[in-house]
């Protein structure tokens, strides 16, 4: 739903229509119930759906507060780093021949996460090519 569709909804709730989650009560007819006071089984959806929009904008307003971090001497900084890791990696690959990422994350003590984005980083631009295989069979 666009943002002005969504202020027009609550243009029409009238003055002190207590924002989104009131709106959306008002709408399902729930005047303050939670929706976990079971009944109406769209009234239980609806209010999963507004625990899932709770979520996502509790973690817009996170990434937005790191962002204050992000000035460009750190934009500066962090891609010096990256290129050192990733040429670190290319290094060990060319010294060891293949490696899975766990050896690589061993040896230069990184995240598994991290070593992750570094590896399809590195995909991306073409400087490795990286294997699926199965990890355990069932």
């Known amino acids: 739903m666009g943002m002005g569709?969504?202020?027009k909804m609550m243009g029409q709730m009238g003055q002190g229509g207590g924002g989104p989650?009131?709106?959306m009560q008002k709408m399902m007819g729930q005047k303050?119930?939670?929706?976990?006071?079971g009944?109406?089984?769209m009234q239980q959806m609806m209010g999963t759906c507004m625990a899932m929009c709770t979520e996502m904008l509790d973690t817009m307003r996170r990434t937005t507060?790191?962002?204050v971090y992000a000035q460009p001497e750190l934009h500066q900084l962090f891609e010096e780093w990256l290129?050192?890791?990733e040429g670190d990696v290319l290094k060990l690959i060319e010294e060891r021949g293949s490696l899975d990422p766990e050896a690589l994350t061993t040896a230069l003590s990184m995240?598994?996460?991290?070593?992750t984005t570094l590896l399809a980083h590195l995909q991306n631009q073409g400087k490795i090519r990286l294997r699926?295989?199965?990890a355990e069979k069932s």
């Open 5 to 7: 569709m969504m202020k």
């Open 65 to 67: 507060s790191l962002a």
């Open 83 to 85: 290129a050192a890791r």
């Open 32 to 37: 303050g119930e939670g929706a976990e006071s």
């Open 39 to 41: 009944g109406n089984p």
């Open 111 to 115: 995240s598994p996460a991290s070593m």
């Open 21 to 23: 989650m009131a709106m």
């Open 132 to 134: 699926a295989e199965i």
